[in-house]
């Protein structure tokens, strides 16, 4: 059996002058390692020879690595990303660098242009797992050679390689050694491509930095009558719909035709189906339909934040808990008790996940654009307070044990995943924020019966998710200002 070579850090690193050219770079080396480690792939299934150590050295993840030394006393800069927290040495290996290409250079330009940093590229120390270099997998069915023959002579994904030490604080910053230079190293960013595709039905590709969350599906139907509509407007930018499964409607389609491809979409295949109205320079918008519970919604989110988004707002139901409140009012959180327990031993129930302004405002002047209604007209359907998230779906079932809490926390409003979305935000740094309707009042008798549900949600959904739309844009046109101070930790990593 042939053994791995030892991961001693990186093999070979060069500087390069400038972040274009480090780009360049990093999508050179990363096509070659790519490239050798297919072909060899592609020769163990056609004669069954495997690659000798020396050929396996190529199967390596691009390294990334910037050096800051400052002369005198470092300057302070109010950015909340693209900074350097000490001086030394800064590395983080890179996947996809084509895909990332815009990413990486609007994290790079400010380091090297406002603190001087040296960049150098090189072949870093971990190796690529053979499945990630194939789209599709189907690629791997050829003859009778098995996962465990393939896992005998080619790299494959360790569960111990890929963890979130970075973003949850838990790394050892070493005298000597270099620091993190990003949240999520190659390793970590290609496991979640890879589960993103298997949950969503699509391309992580198709993925835009503007993401909708919602917890049923009638808000998918919504969405996709709102993208066709975009796609028939020349005035604006979206180019294209895509589905799960693969479909794809782009401008011009004729009516019939779209609604062949909607038909065909076979999204009931996948776990939670994603919808993108793509756009140039990332203006596009994303709806992932997460279904229910705090579980799908730390699940996804774990997968999206390797993306980058600019924002996540969850838009889907809740139960109103109070007497004043009327089935179809909005619920805007400003603060969170949360009762998931998925994340409490990642960001335990007593650090605060705050409310940022940016969103609020947005979330908030959205509701009066889509709904005509400001000043007490507006406070009147959207009220501002506290959810609360349950991991148990009938917890009424136990009122005379959360009575007291609830009652304790002022809380509006109950649902499953707001509170996930949101600590999932605060702990990956992605900006996040929450617009709920009131689709039930469980304390006061109002329940989901059939009809009135049908009736409620064929009058609210179209509106409340124009709200959350609306909210994105608004979101996009103060990109500089929403990726907030309050997210980053004192020894952040450089890279947003």
């Not at 994904?157 to 190293?185: H, K, N, W």
């Not at 969850?314 to 089935?327: F, K, P």
Request: include cysteine.
């Amino acid at each position: 059996m042939l053994q791995a070579p030892p991961a001693t850090g990186s093999l070979t690193r060069e500087p390069v002058e400038t972040p274009e050219a480090a780009v360049d770079r990093l999508e050179e080396l990363y096509a070659g390692a790519t490239t050798a480690l297919r072909q060899a792939v592609d020769r163990f299934l056609e004669s069954g020879h495997p690659p000798t150590p020396e050929e396996r050295t190529a199967f390596r993840y691009p390294e990334l690595s910037l050096t800051y030394l400052p002369e005198g006393v470092p300057g302070t800069n109010r950015r909340a990303f693209a900074k350097f927290s000490a001086p030394g040495v800064y590395t983080t290996t890179v996947t996809q660098p084509a895909a990332f290409r815009s990413y990486l250079l609007e994290q790079l330009r400010p380091l090297t242009q406002e603190f001087g940093a040296l960049i150098e590229v090189g072949v870093g120390p971990q190796e690529i797992p053979y499945p990630y270099v194939f789209e599709r997998g189907d690629e791997l069915g050829r003859g009778s050679v098995t996962a465990a023959e393939l896992a005998r002579f080619f790299p494959v994904p360790q569960l111990s390689a890929v963890g979130d030490e970075i973003a949850d604080g838990e790394y050892d910053i070493r005298d000597g050694e270099p620091r993190p230079l990003a949240l999520f190293d190659a390793v970590r960013v290609d496991y979640s491509l890879r589960r993103l595709v298997h949950y969503t039905g699509t391309d992580w590709r198709s993925v835009q930095p503007w993401i909708l969350l919602t917890n049923y599906h009638r808000y998918v139907d919504q969405f996709m009558r709102w993208g066709i509509e975009q796609l028939k407007d020349p005035a604006t930018p979206f180019d294209a719909l895509v589905l799960p499964g693969g479909g794809r409607i782009v401008r011009g389609t004729p009516d019939a035709e779209i609604e062949a491809i909607l038909a065909a979409s076979p999204w009931h295949r996948f776990q939670m189906p994603a919808y993108h109205l793509t756009a140039p320079g990332g203006r596009g918008a994303t709806l992932v339909n997460i279904g229910v519970g705090p579980s799908n919604a730390k699940n996804i989110t774990d997968h999206l934040a390797v993306l980058r988004p600019h924002a996540w707002l969850m838009v889907g139901h809740c139960g109103g808990l109070r007497q004043s409140q009327v089935i179809g009012d909005y619920v805007l959180a400003h603060g969170y008790l949360r009762q998931d327990r998925i994340l409490d031993s990642l960001v335990p129930t007593d650090v605060p996940i705050p409310a940022l302004a940016e969103v609020q405002v947005a979330m908030q002047e959205a509701a009066a654009q889509v709904t005509g209604d400001r000043g007490e007209a507006l406070k009147r359907r959207l009220r501002t307070g506290t959810v609360v998230t349950n991991d148990d779906r009938n917890w009424e079932l136990r009122w005379t044990k959360e009575r007291r809490r609830i009652n304790l926390s002022r809380a509006i409003a109950v649902d499953m995943e707001s509170g996930t979305i949101a600590a999932q935000g605060f702990r990956l740094r992605v900006p996040y924020g929450t617009l709920l309707c009131v689709s039930d009042k469980p304390l006061h008798g109002e329940i989901k019966l059939p009809g009135a549900a049908n009736a409620f949600y064929e009058r609210a959904v179209g509106e409340h998710l124009k709200i959350g739309l609306a909210a994105l844009d608004l979101l996009r046109s103060q990109r500089e200002g929403l990726h907030s101070r309050k997210l980053r930790s004192f020894d952040e990593p450089p890279f947003r």
